[in-house]
Every structure is written in C-alpha cells, then in structure tokens.
C-alpha cells in the first residue's frame, strides 16, 4: 500500500505544476501495477490550502473545485481511508520527541505515523525529506522520465 503526500496530489491536480507530467506518469505507473493507494484526511486539508493559494500557485482553483477533487480522490475506487487512532497519536508524539521535530513538521510527522500504524510503508512525495528522518518508509519522489526541453 502507497500512501499519497499532499505534495503529490498537489503536482498531479494542479496545470503547469513542475513536477506535474511526473506525478502523472508515477499515477499511471501505480495504477497500471495496482498499486493500492492510501489516503489520510489531513492530506486533502492542506491540498485544500494549497491549491486555492493564488501566492503559490499562478492558476489557483476556487475552494469549490478543490473540495470537488477532495471528495473525488476520498470516494475513488480502490483507495484505503486511513484515519488517526490511539496508536498513531502516540506514535506521533514519540517521533516528535524522539527526532527533536519542531512545530514545522506536526502535519508531516502525524501523516507518517497514520500511514505506518495503518500498514502503509511506501509513500509517494514530492518532499522526501519530510519523511526521510523516520527512516522507515520506503519514499517514492517522482522524477519526469526524460528532462524538461
């Protein structure tokens, strides 16, 4: 199982992202190899943010559209909804301390003790580093198969 960033989500649902014929063909890549994606609710939240940022993005969604693509990727065939519980919540707090995270890195660290405490071991990112320090997760970055001309 292959839980989703939001970076990813937001690379492979945003035009002209540069990193957007990437997470398209790691998308299809997955799905020709069913794969079995994961998604945990805290991703599509801070896809909601970012993709409706008109200071990041020069063609930002409305929050209308990007609530429609939310509710479509948290309703799609196939995908596993992983929701944060007592073992998790702990597991979060542990890795906090554990690696001296900051205030930065709650979302991230949350995410990545959801997805492991749920079984999830791959995930798919933009932002290796952001999950790197737990050194226990297998992270798949997408890379564009020939360079940018």
């Given at each position: ?44 939240s ?10 990041r ?8 559209e990007a ?14 909804q992983?929701?944060p519980?007592a ?26 003790a ?15 580093k ?7 997760f297998?992270?798949?970055?997408p890379?564009?198969s020939?360079?940018?001309?």
């Open positions: 199982m292959i839980g989703i960033d939001s970076s990813f989500l937001v690379g492979l649902e945003t035009q002209g992202h540069p990193f957007a014929c990437a997470c398209r063909e790691m998308f299809d890549l997955l799905t020709a190899n069913s794969e079995t994606l994961a998604l945990q609710p805290s991703v599509l801070e896809f909601v943010h970012t993709v409706t940022d008109a200071r993005l020069t063609s930002p969604l409305s929050v209308t609530l429609d693509r939310a509710w479509e990727w948290w309703n799609a065939e196939g995908l596993v992983v929701f519980n073992e998790s919540t702990e597991l979060f707090l542990a890795w906090m301390l554990k690696y001296r995270l900051g205030r930065k890195r709650l979302n991230d660290t949350q995410l990545a959801a997805y492991w405490t749920a079984d999830v071991k791959r995930i798919v990112t933009l932002n290796a952001d999950f790197a320090v737990f050194d226990c297998e992270i798949i970055v890379t564009p020939s360079p940018p001309a």
